[in-house]
């Protein structure tokens, strides 16, 4: 039998065949290597998919938007800063209209310059269906996550007005999600495409463009070949010249297994690697490369249908699931330490926490006496079904991890099945809701989910408007007090009373155990010692340009 050891080696062996091609430092360029744990290159058109793994790798690098993430710091909690916008502020008489001020001097990675005529540009390319530009295959990944966005107009070059369909206070956070690609780029491939209609034209318009790409963004592509490599270069002329890459070129490859993700850094195929294989830590430390991790805003969970039939709608099973996962277990053992127990989207400090009285433990007893009550035991075992992927953008060890679960819960009389997909597959399934034939029967889904902003963290979720295909509240939780605490924190601009209503709404899904609440990710990553410079921020996302590499 081979052993792990040997598997790895052997990937190893496979791996410096198959990357033999990869470029390394020559002379004074400098070359950064990633290992994704996507199985595909994320889009790289403007508006990425494979979700914020997308964001992170062919959005923040080539793109910026309107407003932007603080990356700068591993102990502050990010913000959203200026990014191509330097200011804004919501109509006092008017709640719905924002005035957005642009930065002046900003060109695409095609020279054509940035300014108000390219942001309702790139708003109606996923807003506006009768616009040339409209790309259906981009609203998705776009609307669903700035969902009550209206229409933007240009008062003059460098101001904008964007209007909402209802006061939100979250709008300059949600647009930290619209890149803004280059529209002249866009039309001189629009110009030459061959098409039977204007709609073939703007789709092969859009293909061209995915091919040679151009955003404001601190990286240019030079180099795609889809499944394979991502090659960027830095952009020396970057508006921020404090965030100038000092990386010459950086090549990203998807690896989605993470052995060999973990077998390529080990035979220095790689510099840097996103999610290492657990068990190979100690190797990967003895061996000198340095691991990086830190608490993010990041959470695996199950999230529960609430449609007509699901076991899930009894709340004493949504509460024994929670109490019967022994969560500190699963940090020590199968993800050695590289987790933080969730009991909730948020943790006790966090001013969305609020004091909720459902108290997530491991406590088995009290999660079979709650099944007893719901009419189940070990002759009798509840039946449910997850979807889940084998691998992807903050999924973890998705497999293994809800093998553990499979386990777990069979102690409290549940009979666990596994719907085992592609990652991207799953993502898009998560948009189509429980009700779609894509769920294939399941009864809840494994999606992990970043928890940086109110949107984000809660309201796509628990608001009933929510359900799709407007956002990602796939299991249809329809709960009139959740929906009266949305309205009160969108429609609250003073910073506190919106942070109370949040508080509020957060305790109360705790309370409804709204989801099954496992861990929160420490995104794990691995790197060569030549790597230097690089932060790891309290986010999902990271900063590429202050990361140097020594020979």
């Known amino acids: 039998m081979r052993t792990k050891k040997t598997k790895t080696m052997a990937l190893a062996a496979a791996l410096a065949i198959a990357l033999a091609g990869l470029p390394r430092a020559a002379g004074a360029e400098t070359v950064l290597r990633i290992g994704m744990t996507a199985a595909d290159i994320p889009r790289t058109l403007g508006q990425p998919d494979q979700g914020f793994e997308g964001n992170r790798f062919t959005g923040l690098t080539m793109y910026d938007a ?15 800063i200026p990014g191509l916008a330097t200011e804004w502020k919501v109509d006092d008489a008017d709640k719905k209209k924002w005035t957005f001020k642009l930065r002046p001097g900003v060109t695409f990675h095609d020279g054509s310059p940035f300014n108000a005529d390219a942001v309702v540009w790139n708003v109606d390319k996923v807003l506006k269906q009768d616009a040339p530009q409209f790309d259906a295959s981009q609203v998705g990944v776009t609307a669903s996550r700035m969902p009550t966005l209206a229409s933007a107009r240009k008062i003059d070059d460098l101001t904008v007005e964007l209007t909402t369909k209802e006061p939100d206070s979250f709008l300059p956070i949600n647009l930290t999600n619209l890149f803004m690609a280059s529209p002249a780029k866009w039309q001189k491939f629009y110009d030459t495409a061959e098409g039977a209609d204007a709609k073939a034209k703007s789709q092969a318009a859009w293909a061209a463009f995915a091919r040679d790409a151009s955003g404001t963004g601190p990286w240019k592509m030079t180099k795609f070949t889809p499944r394979e490599r991502l090659e960027l270069a830095k952009n020396a002329a970057y508006w921020d010249k404090a965030r100038v890459p000092k990386v010459d070129k950086m090549v990203l490859l998807p690896m989605p297994e993470a052995n060999a993700r973990t077998a390529a850094l080990l035979s ?3 510099d840097w690697v996103e999610a290492p294989a657990p068990d190979a830590l100690p190797e990967i430390k003895q061996r000198g ?3 990086y991790s830190n608490e993010s805003p ?20 949504r509460k024994a699931a929670n109490l019967c996962v022994d969560r500190e277990g699963l940090r020590d053992g199968l993800l050695a330490g590289l987790m933080v127990p969730a009991t909730g989207t948020f943790e006790q400090g966090h001013p969305w926490r609020g004091n909720p ?43 293994p991890m809800n093998e553990y679960l499979q386990q777990a819960l069979a102690e409290c009389y549940f009979d666990v099945q596994l719907d085992v997909i592609e990652w991207n597959t799953l993502f898009t399934n998560w948009r189509r809701g429980a009700k ?49 605490l949305v309205t009160k924190a969108r429609q609250s601009f003073d910073p506190a009373a919106r942070d109370a209503a949040l508080a509020e709404l957060h305790a109360a899904s705790v309370d409804d155990a709204a989801f099954l609440y496992v861990a929160h990710d420490v995104s794990p990553r691995a790197m060569s010692p030549k790597v230097k410079g690089f932060v790891q921020p309290k986010s999902w996302f990271v900063d590429f340009s202050p990361i140097s590499m020594t020979q």
């Open 268 to 270: 220095g195929q790689v």
């Open 436 to 484: 779609d034939p894509t769920a294939n029967g399941s009864n809840a889904t494994n999606v992990t989910y970043a928890a940086m902003d109110p949107f984000f963290a809660l309201v796509r979720f628990l608001q009933s408007s929510m359900a799709p295909p407007v956002s990602n509240n796939w299991g249809y939780i329809n709960n009139p007090k959740f929906d009266e």
């Open 289 to 291: 490369f340095v691991l």
């Open 66 to 80: 309107l407003t932007m993430w603080d990356l700068s710091s591993a102990d502050k909690a990010s913000v959203v």
């Open 357 to 399: 009285t459902f108290q997530i433990k491991y406590d088995k007893p009290a999660a079979q006496k709650l099944m007893q009550e719901a009419g189940y035991s070990p002759s009798k075992k509840l039946t449910v079904k997850i979807q889940t992927s084998a691998s992807g953008s903050g999924q973890m060890l998705p497999l």
């Open 298 to 317: 990041h959470v695996w969970p199950w999230q529960f249908s609430r449609i007509e039939g699901s076991p899930w709608n009894d709340i004493r099973v």
